[in-house]
Structures are given as C-alpha cells and as structure tokens.
C-alpha cells in the first residue's frame, strides 16, 4: 500500500472520474452527460445536501471550525487540557513519532502533545519500545533491508497507539548516532535510504524530507538532550527565566556534555564549533557543546582492553586485567593486528580499582595537545565547570544511569559516592554481599557483568579526571522526569510540530 500527500491524491482522484474536457485553475474539470429528469433529482439532492451540511457547520461549536489549515483539520481527538487549542491555526493535539538507531538498538517514542498554550505542552509519552541490535550490525552483514525490516516491531507499535484519523499528520523521524557515524558513510548511507524507502511505503505517517532519516550530527544529540531536560523540569519554555541544568549523557559509542557556562564580566566563551546558539520560546541562550566520538562506554571498553593488552605476547593463555574483578574471568573477541581473537582475561589476586582506573584516564589522552585553553581531555577546549558552572544542576543519565541506579545510587548524590562505588564493586565477588545483598537485583547485575569494575572505573575518571569535576559535586540521574524518558528524543521531536518549519505535509492513504 503507497501514500501520497493530500493534495496530490485530491488531483488523482479527480482525474479518474469522467470525461476530461479542460482545465481550471490547475485543476482538471469533469463533463458528463445527465438526462433531464436524472439532473432535477440531482439537484434536489445537492441542495438538501447543502443545507443538512450548513446546519452541521452551525451546530458544532467554533472551535471545531477554527483555522483554515490542512494541519488544523486533519483529525480530532480530545484532551483534558482544554476545549481548544490557543491558536486556532494548529490542531488540538498532536502526535510525534521519533526513533532513536542507537549503537547496541532502536527505540521508538511517540509523543501525545496538546497546543491549548503558545508553547506545545507534552501530555504524555504515549508510547515506548526498545529493540536489541542496531541498524549498524546489518551494515556490517551488508543486509540493508534487514536493517529497515528491523525497526517494523517498532513502527507496528506506533500504528497501534496514534489513533487512525491522526496517523496521516504525525511526523517520523529517524536520527541515528554513534554506531552509522562509526560504520562509514558508504554503508550507512545505503542503510538511512533503504529505512527512509521502506518507511514511506510500508507505513502511513509522514516521513520528515530534511534531516527525516539521518546520521545525527554529534552537537545536536547533546543540544537536544539538554532541551530535554530543562523543558521537563520547567526550565524553559515560559516567559519566567529560570537557571538551566547541564546535561552529561553517555551512550554506546560516545558521550556528550551540554551546559549554559556563566561568566565573569568583559570573559565570554572562545568562538567554535562547541558554541551553540539556541533561541527557544522567546529565549536566547549561549550553550558550551562537545560530543566526544569513541568515549562511550562501548568503545570505553575496547579502548581500556587495548591498553591491557599492550605488552602480551601470548593471546592464548589467560591474561590478567585489574579491570576485572577478583576471581572472575571474561573471555571476548578483540581485534588484534587487523584480525578477530578470542582471549581470555582474568581479574588480580587483589582489588584493582587504582590500577583500572588509571587505565580509564589514560585513554582519556588528558595531556594530549590543547590548542585553545581550557580543555578536558583529549585536547578538546571546554570552560572550566567549577568557575563557569558552580552551584547549576547537572543531570547525568544513560549509561551513566544504567549502571549506578541498580547498585543502590540515589538520584541525588555526590562523585565522591560513586567513587567509594567503584572501590567495593572492584574488590570482587567475596565482599560484593557484604555490600550489595540488600539491594534488589544488584548481586544479579554483578554477576552478570564481568566489566562492571571496569564501566564504573570509566565513569569515575570520565567525570573527574576528563570533565574536571570535583569529588564533592552533586549530581542528579534519572532515566524520566514526569514520567517521560530523558534523552535527546524529545528534544529533537519539539521542533517536528511546526510541519512548514520541519520539512513534512500530511498525507492519505490512497484509495
């Protein structure tokens, strides 16, 4: 089945019913002969017609004739929010359809909004779903359909929740990240057409043209994610200006940082690609914005086994990582002088956290070159967090969510924490119930990662050693605010309600 936009399939339509004599106004005019009596019964029925359909118009209340617009009309469905929407150019509600092709998965959100104020309110994130594998493991198979035949249980979904009169006018968007920018833009490139083809045929909803299906560039992924953020906590996005929090989010194959640096009279942040202009509901602001590409936790993990494995000589006998936990071992494949190899890494006699996590700052390249000062790490410029950032919020989620919250981190707390964290989790399985056999699902989750010692060391250093905070700072996680998932998805969704701005126009199924 194939979808065309409204004013196509209008024309289409047109030209299939009758004898084509001419044109009018780009429109093609239909003759047909009627015998006489036929044409008074015609017009008997035209015109009770017309009158049954001005009675309708009458009987309805304003609002439902409010806004002349395709978008306004394009369906109706109610909301607790208000009776109408504050501009009568835009419908009442609506639907956003957004898929996050991450490193290890996709994901789909689809977001229920309502327009009863001047700013899009989201109701609520009508639904959510995570498929394991990216797109990024078919590219490497050169399996291109599979990859888009991947994501159907995610698109079924959302045709299940978006009620049918909706679904012509919800926008899609596809944004991928690390895993395609890694693959090469040969197969990635092939991977985004082949999903963005299948998405407009298969599917009902209108597909974003620009910028629809596409490798997101690294700033956007932080900037988004920061938009996130500060829209659900009330930050943004009303005439009151509020103080912002800063965002550190850490995916599979990168990590970025996004935050509004405050400065001392006549100082002001050094022009480049990490400064990010933002205007926002009547708001300017000036963000610092750096996505770091191989600094996630994945690539993290090859980068610290690559360290290990420096000075081995013999890959087939068991080679010890103080990243490893006492008593555990951990085989995996690593690539090894341009070929796959299997090895098998032992955790110390003793507790290696000091030693693992000088491994986790020495892939950070601390003192690599630093052409505009300040920098973090891996000589990458950055305003100082505790001078341009002292008392701000700062959210931390992902990853970093993922592996603090299950063994008993609170949502507040401070590095220092996580630090003492990462000591009991290195020093192995003989003292982890001593620690951890009180906390639901925590002994389950050690267990079942042999490099948790390992992904905690990198926290650690990532946060301290790279981002220069100190040990004392307080820090928030959390995977929803309002019940809604952080992340860049619904900052990136935000801007998709405006169609003319966004690059999308409705659509009909053809008939």
């Excluded at 035209?46 to 009158?51: H, K, Y």
């Excluded at 601390?366 to 700062?394: H, M, R, V, W």
């Excluded at 590095?415 to 192995?428: H, R």
Aim: with cysteine.
């Amino acid at each position: 089945m194939s979808y065309l936009p409204t004013s196509r399939r209008r024309r289409e339509s047109l030209a299939h019913k009758g004898t084509v004599d001419g044109k009018n106004d780009g429109f093609e005019t239909i003759s047909m002969h009627t015998p006489p009596k036929a044409r008074s019964r015609l017009v008997r029925l035209v015109g009770l017609l017309a009158a049954a359909l001005c009675g309708l118009y009458y009987l309805y209340p304003s609002s439902s004739r409010a806004g002349s617009s395709q978008l306004a009309s394009y369906g109706a469905e109610d909301t607790t929010r208000c009776s109408a929407p504050a501009d009568p150019s835009k419908p009442l509600v609506q639907y956003v359809l957004m898929i996050d092709a991450g490193s290890t998965g996709s994901r789909i959100h689809v977001y229920k909004f309502n327009n009863c104020g001047k700013v899009p309110e989201l109701e609520k994130e009508a639904a959510f779903k995570m498929i394991q594998g990216g797109l990024s493991d078919y590219g490497k198979k050169d399996d291109w359909q599979g990859a888009a035949n991947s994501l159907n249980v995610l698109m079924d979904l959302a045709v299940a929740t978006v009620p049918a009169g909706l679904q012509s006018c919800s926008p899609v968007a596809l944004k991928a990240t690390a895993g395609l920018r890694l693959l090469g833009p040969e197969k990635s490139n092939k991977i985004l057409a082949t999903v963005r083809a299948h998405l407009e045929t298969k599917y009902p909803f209108p597909v974003v043209k620009k910028d629809g299906v596409i490798i997101m560039d690294g700033k956007d992924e932080g900037v988004y994610a920061w938009i996130t953020t500060n829209y659900l906590l009330g930050n943004i996005g009303s005439a009151e200006k509020k103080p912002t929090a800063a965002i550190f989010d850490l995916g599979g194959g990168s990590t970025q940082i996004v935050f509004e640096p405050q400065f001392e009279i006549n100082a002001e942040m050094s022009e480049g690609e990490h400064k990010y202009k933002l205007s926002y509901a009547g708001r300017d602001f000036i963000l610092y914005q750096q996505s770091h590409l191989g600094y996630g936790l994945m690539e993290a993990r090859k980068s610290i086994h690559k360290e290990v494995i420096k000075n081995v000589n013999n890959y087939d006998e068991p080679i010890p990582n103080p990243c490893i936990p006492p008593g555990v071992t951990k085989k995996l494949a690593m690539e090894i002088d341009g070929k796959e190899r299997q090895v098998t890494m032992v955790g110390p006699n003793q507790n290696g956290a000091a030693k693992c996590r000088h491994l986790a700052e020495t892939i950070l390249n601390k003192e690599g070159l630093c052409d505009s000062s300040p920098c973090s790490f891996n000589g990458i410029y950055q305003p100082p967090l505790a001078k341009t950032f002292e008392n701000g919020e700062a959210f931390i989620f992902s990853y970093f969510y993922d592996r603090l919250t299950p063994l008993g981190i609170p949502s507040s707390f401070s590095l220092a924490e996580v630090n003492a964290l990462t000591e009991k989790v290195c020093a192995g399985p003989d003292s982890w119930s001593s620690h951890f056999s009180a906390i639901d699902g925590a002994m389950d989750e050690l267990l079942d990662r042999a490099e948790y010692c390992l992904d905690l060391s990198f926290i650690t250093a990532l946060l301290h050693h790279g981002y220069e905070m100190p040990l004392e700072r307080r820090l928030r996680t959390a995977k929803k605010l309002q019940n809604n998932e952080l992340g860049w998805c619904l900052g990136a969704s935000l801007p998709l309600l405006d169609a003319g701005a966004s690059g999308w126009e409705c659509r009909l199924q053809e008939i």
